[in-house]
């Protein structure tokens, strides 16, 4: 989500469309990619958001305008944001992720402690510790203001996913195998390692201020598991697509899934749900959640660095239009096809007459005879 009344979806084509969540208001985009969009984060207070691109390149959004950062790491595969401080982390394809004020537009710190390619990277709500995961299974705990590791775990199957909760200084990890691992920071060790998925799982996403833990799957699920004990306490099903990236509105209420059917889920959430209460197994399932779903891709002739604003109306508008082109060319094509039929026709007519003239001619000539 950009904030509670949009959530931003990146584009294949580098652009950001800002997705309303409330009815009435206006879709926008916004340009300054060449390439595909990887990551999405934001900063819901100052209403700031950052984006990660295929092209090497961060873009930190306000108020209309970018600043382009160059984290020099390959394609960007993860960006990730502090809630209450400047203080982002980026990590790319070529294993340097890095630390960076995004209001001086300084790297603050390079981690060099990675051998195999960061899939994911995190940072946490307050800016003090940020994370990293790699494909070899290695997650890193780093101390924002040194840069240098604090802890370290391993995990044999390659991570995919991560989140930090701030509170209790909880990370969960995601897997290509299906599991979800709790690491706590504090005692330095796994606490609780549970099967969620019986696929990869393909993000998670912490509650801004409560225990609930948020993931999706390639199976096309989402389930909400409670912290520190990884219960699952509602499966999502019926998505028609993998939910690729989830995240929660600012108060808690809702949080957002965007699809592979290139879809966006809206789901609203009883908070209650993660008070202490451990005195019941089952599970709620709930299929074909759809409290509010939008279209997410919307295809429109590419332009480069712009921001603005589109209306729903001139969507249909282009969309009515491009119908009747493609209409007009298939009566243009139609058309042409009679005329050269026309001519066909026009040549057998001729040879015809022709061949009726001979006739006649004969005949009189016969007469004559």
Known sequence: MNNDRYSAV???????????LIPNQPMKHITGHKKGIT????????????????????????????KTLLPNDGAINSVSVSQTEPIAIFSGEDRSPSIWNIETGQAVHSLHQHTSPVVTSKMSY??????????DGNVFVYDVRTGKPIRNYNYPDPLVSLSIYN??????????????LLYDIGVGQIVKEQQIHNCPVVSLSFHPYSKLLASSGQDQKIHLIKAPSLKPLISIEGNQGVVNSLSWSSDGSQFVGVSSDQRLYVNEVDISLSEDDESTDDVFVEENPEIEIQKAEIRHEESEYESES?????????????????????????????????KVIDQKIGLILEAQEGQKSMIIMNRNK
């Open 126 to 135: 307050d800016g003090t510790k940020a994370i990293t995961g790699c494909n």
């Open 10 to 20: 990146g584009m294949r084509n580098g652009k950001i469309f800002l997705i309303p």
């Open 39 to 66: 990551s999405i984060d934001s900063m819901f207070e100052k209403n700031i958001l950052i984006s990660g691109s295929e092209d090497g390149i961060v873009q930190v959004w306000r108020d209309g305008n970018y």
């Open 310 to 342: 589109i209306v729903n109306e001139e969507s249909k508008d282009a969309e009515i239009l491009f119908q009747i082109k493609q209409k007009l060319s298939g009566l243009s094509k139609a058309l042409n096809g009679m005329s050269t039929r026309a």
């Open 167 to 180: 509170e209790n200084g909880y990370v969960a990890s995601g897997t290509s195998d299906g599991h979800i």
